[in-house]
């Protein structure tokens, strides 16, 4: 039964029309409308040049009362990149492979219904979103929102190193393709880094992560004690020595991470163990700079190079729908 109160609101579809069976998923969402009692929904379609932030900003200008994103996590970064801090909702249908903003939020992720229903009828919670500043090598600066993780070094050359038909095909599982790719030729390279600005700090890395969340797929923490709605970054420096140390970085995110943690006996283990292959690091903010420029990613896609990177926390600036 629809409800009266309901018959002034409007709700948007923001979706990848690579990543969705749109007929289906479009008839999902007017009946949820319908039986809500809401008005015709808007639809909005993603582009090679538009990848999710523009149609957004047409359905905030709409004056829609909620968001819906339907795609892989490029869309629902960009997206995001849009409707953050302007108060409307944003229901996540998850659609990719990866899902890992739906995954950190504890979202349903095989039952797309659940999230169109909640759409209209759920409740928000709001969640951090990260912010990197990234500074070319000629001096231009660009502004990008994050919702799982930035990074600069390694772990963003395994993304630009990874086949598009094989990532299309495969999901997350075809870094593995780019990590086989990348690996042979990893040199670590020298940062500097402002921890809150504080004192300037040092270190030779392959990578840094900042995390705004940690788990990944296969049950993988790759930072267990991140959440997404602490107000805080959880930044990581990767700096192995050699083969052993990439084995001392594995051991880190699979077994203490990810397996012994989930006991007490193991998180014993895992506090007394000294290991310098991975720094973990928490802030609000963080300033990383290096030369020469190295190669940039947010949620999982390559954003070309940079000779320094800032990263914070707008806390709580998306509310993201939950059932």
Same mark, same amino acid.
């Given at each position: 039964m629809g409800d009266d109160s309901g018959r002034h609101k409007r709700a948007a579809l923001v979706y990848n029309p690579i990543k969705v069976d749109k007929r289906r998923l479009r008839a999902?969402?007017?009946?949820?409308?319908?039986? &809500?009692?809401?008005?015709?929904?808007?639809?909005?379609?993603?582009?090679?040049?538009?990848?999710?932030?523009?149609? &957004?900003?047409?359905?905030?200008?709409?004056?829609?009362?909620? /968001?819906? %994103?339907?795609?892989?996590?490029?869309?629902?970064?960009? /997206?995001?990149?849009?409707?953050?801090?302007?108060?409307? *909702?944003?229901?996540?249908?998850?659609?990719g492979t990866g899902n890992l903003?739906?995954?950190?939020?504890?979202? *349903?992720?095989?039952?797309?219904?659940?999230?169109i229903a909640a759409a209209?009828?759920?409740? %928000?919670?709001?969640?951090? /979103?990260?912010? &990197?500043?990234?500074?070319?090598?000629?001096?231009?600066?660009?502004? $990008?929102?994050?919702?799982?993780?930035?990074?600069?070094?390694?772990?963003?050359?395994?993304? #630009?190193?990874?086949?598009? #038909?094989?990532?299309?095909?495969m999901g997350w599982v075809a870094y593995v393709d780019g990590a086989a790719r990348s690996l042979p030729g990893?040199?670590?390279?020298?940062?500097?880094?402002?921890?809150?600005?504080? $004192?300037?700090?040092?270190?030779?890395?392959?990578?840094?992560?900042?995390?705004?969340?940690?788990?990944?797929?296969?049950?993988?923490a790759l930072i267990p004690d991140a959440t997404i709605d602490d107000g805080v970054l959880d930044v990581m420096l990767i700096q192995p020595t050699g083969?052993?140390?990439?084995?001392? /970085?594995?051991?880190?995110?699979?077994w203490d991470n990810s397996v012994l943690r989930r006991f007490r006996a193991g998180r014993r283990i895992v506090e007394r163990r000294r290991d310098t292959s991975i720094r973990y690091l928490r802030g609000a903010r963080m300033e990383v700079a290096t030369t020469p420029p190295q190669p940039i990613e947010l949620d999982g896609d390559e954003f070309g190079a940079g000779q320094s990177i800032r990263c914070r926390v707008e806390h709580g600036a998306l509310l993201a729908v939950v059932p």
């Open positions: 999902a969402v007017v009946h949820h409308a319908k039986k &809500a009692g809401w008005r015709h929904p808007l639809f909005f379609e993603t582009t090679v040049d538009d990848l999710g932030d523009g149609v &957004a900003r047409d359905a905030l200008d709409a004056e829609v009362d909620v /968001v819906l %994103v339907a795609g892989g996590d490029g869309t629902v970064r960009a /997206v995001t990149e849009t409707v953050a801090g302007s108060g409307v *909702p944003l229901a996540i249908v998850p659609s903003l739906a995954r950190n939020l504890g979202l *349903p992720l095989d039952d797309p219904e659940i999230m209209y009828a759920g409740r %928000v919670a709001p969640t951090d /979103v990260g912010i &990197a500043r990234i500074t070319r090598e000629g001096g231009d600066v660009e502004e $990008r929102a994050f919702v799982v993780m930035a990074g600069i070094g390694l772990d963003a050359a395994m993304i #630009a190193n990874t086949r598009p #038909a094989l990532k299309k095909s990893a040199k670590p390279f020298r940062v500097i880094y402002e921890l809150e600005e504080q $004192r300037l700090h040092s270190a030779k890395v392959q990578s840094v992560l900042f995390a705004n969340c940690g788990q990944l797929p296969a049950g993988i083969m052993f140390g990439w084995l001392g /970085v594995w051991r880190k995110v699979w």
